[in-house]
């Protein structure tokens, strides 16, 4: 026979799956430090290629200036200059990265709860029938 | 104004019951009205700039997910500036790239907030973002709001200069891309708008939350005020370049536009129609959970029961529960 209140919760807990568990469950399936060091890993790599980016069209802005100054330009105070501002600017992006997934991470464990005290009593039904 | 409650909650019922359908069908809508004015404006692309190509995309667009529908935009838009110069779509591609990689990466929902704040500039009705963006978003936005506009001033200024992108120093590929730049870096009303949007956005989105009356209404009236006064006052000092009947007939058509936003407050109590499938060691479920509909309309009885009038009369939702009346539902 049907239950009505397990159908309730087991309609409950598939409409959280579907929707906000979507985004959720991927998150508290890792541990927080290595859900974190991932994030800083993907933030690192992006952050690298959009300086990069942006290097490249400040090279082909100044590309009069670089060819014609090639051999008399000091090189390495330039490149001295672009590591500092590449390293500020990983520095406040990692920082923000950091911010972000830490409480990303503390608002999923948070949603999940719910989720969790749902979970339970569908597993409460399942003794309850089984006594 | 009870019938006008009634209706949008008719229409939020609506909408319920029929999301599955009426979600492709507003997709479908938005897509084509979006890449027939991106054709509009930057049509260089011919093969791109035809009705049935138009209609296509539209059609695959109502189908994909809206982060996705934001990446055709993306391609139309860059597809059109390559057909004008390789250097613009990749000076495009480069501004594209770093919001991807710096800033949806974090928050990909704000995608749709950036293409459509650089549609609104496309049609002259910027002013509407900070307002309805202040309404349903947060102060993140401003940032969507910025890159919206800075994406808006880009494609208007290679539009408006393509003759001189394609001539300036015999199209040589580094003078193109420099005079882009210049016209993006250098871009003082572009700098000005966005300074302008991102303190009547957030002041938008204090206002809304405060725990007075008609917050939203007042936040709505209020931002368009503060927009208009501090375009007008950079007009005046700093001499962009803006124009003051824009400036005033644009923000009452963001105000009017607000207020329909206002109207349709989906993000608030809003609750779609879900079909979910589960099971258990017995049986197979497929469940349609269609969300109650919290105000009925014009069929509610109210009678009077303990004063001296008698008579049992029809009135609408807005019926009071207060003492004296009871509400039976003829549904």
Redesign the interface.
Known sequence: MLNEDKIRLMCRLASYENGEGRKVLPITGYYRSDYISLEMLKSLLAGTLAFAAVAGVFVFYHFEYIMENLYRTPWTAYIRKGVTVYAIFMGIYLIMTYVLAALRYKNAKKSLKRYYANLKKLWKTYTVEKN | MSQIIEAKFLIKGLYGKYEAYINPILKFIMSMFLLLVINGKIGYMERLDKLPIVLIAALFCSFIPLKLVACVYGLFILLHMYALAPECAL?MA?VM??MM??YI??VPNETLVILLTSIAYMLKIPYVMPLAVGLVGTPVSAISVSFGLCLGYLIQYISVNSSTILTVDDGQM?SR??FM?NGLVSNKPMIIMTVVFIITLIMVYVIRRLSVDYSWAIAIIAGGIVDTILLLMCEMILNPGFSVVGILLGNIVAIAIAFVVLFFDFHLDYKKT?N???E?EE?Y?Y?K?VPKISVSSSNKKVKRINSSYPTEYVKGSSAGRSSGYTVKNDR
Request: glycine fraction near 0%.
């Open positions: 000076v480069v790239f770093l990689v710096i990466r974090f580094v891309i420099i730049i879900e979910l499938q589960f258990d049986y479920y469940v959970a």
